[in-house]
């Protein structure tokens, strides 16, 4: 891919995006040109779902035994098509709570770059309760052999380039978004979503 998906061009990418050195409710946000052209992007991109449909029916046809959701929210704050791809076991732990393990894919609509990361979800029925889920941006043996696949079938669908953590966690102190407060987002947030789970 000759495209750069340095960290600083996606900054730079970004600031067309997002209005820099404001609150998400500051005057003037939402009537700004970045952030009138975020939501243009998103409109357009739920007009034309096509390449992502193509990819959950692969997903789900490569990975019958696996439960395949999508979590696209992009009507709200998010800049991202998700996919949440459930294995097919569920673990049975000590002291009746079970466990859900899931590969996550985020596929920005601000640049062809995507985020992969394993959920760990603990429940259990009888107490009617989970607990936060763990999240694993990092390659864990517990989920690797499906990220591996889910990772192989977004880039042959999709053609995006999976971006590294150390760009991902990378700060972008001058925009706030979703969730985040201003001075404390990161490439994640601002390209895909800070709400991961």
Same mark, same amino acid.
């Given at each position: ?101 899931? &590969?996550?894919?985020? !596929?920005?609509?601000?640049?062809? %770059?995507?985020? @992969?990361?394993?959920?760990? #979800?603990?429940?259990? $029925? ?23 696949? &889910?990772?192989?079938? !977004?880039?042959?669908?999709?053609? %995006?380039?999976? @971006?590294?953590?150390?760009? #991902?966690?990378?700060? $972008? ?25």
């Amino acid at each position: 891919m000759n495209e750069d998906l340095s960290a600083s061009r996606l900054i730079e990418l970004l600031h067309r995006y997002y209005p820099t050195h404001l609150h998400g409710d500051s005057e003037g946000y939402s009537e700004s040109e970045q952030y009138q052209r975020m939501l243009a992007l998103r409109e357009q991109a739920l007009k034309n779902p096509v390449d992502w449909r193509r990819l959950l029916a692969r997903l789900r046809e490569v990975l019958p035994e696996c439960k395949v959701q999508d979590w696209t929210v992009l009507f709200s704050d998010d800049n991202c098509w998700r996919v949440r791809v459930d294995l097919p076991e569920v673990l049975k732990l000590p002291g009746g709570q079970d466990e859900v393990r899931t &590969v996550v894919v985020l !596929v920005s609509i601000l640049a062809p %770059v995507s985020a @992969l990361y394993s959920s760990f #979800l603990r429940y259990s $029925v009888v107490e009617k309760r989970s607990w936060p889920s763990e999240t694993f941006y990092e390659d864990v043996p517990e989920t690797k052999s499906y990220a591996d696949k &889910v990772e192989a079938i !977004v880039r042959d669908v999709l053609h %995006v380039h999976r @971006l590294p953590n150390e760009t #991902l966690f990378t700060p $972008v102190p001058d925009i706030q978004c979703g969730n985040v407060s201003l001075g404390e987002a990161k490439l994640i947030d601002c390209l895909f979503t800070d709400d991961r789970w």
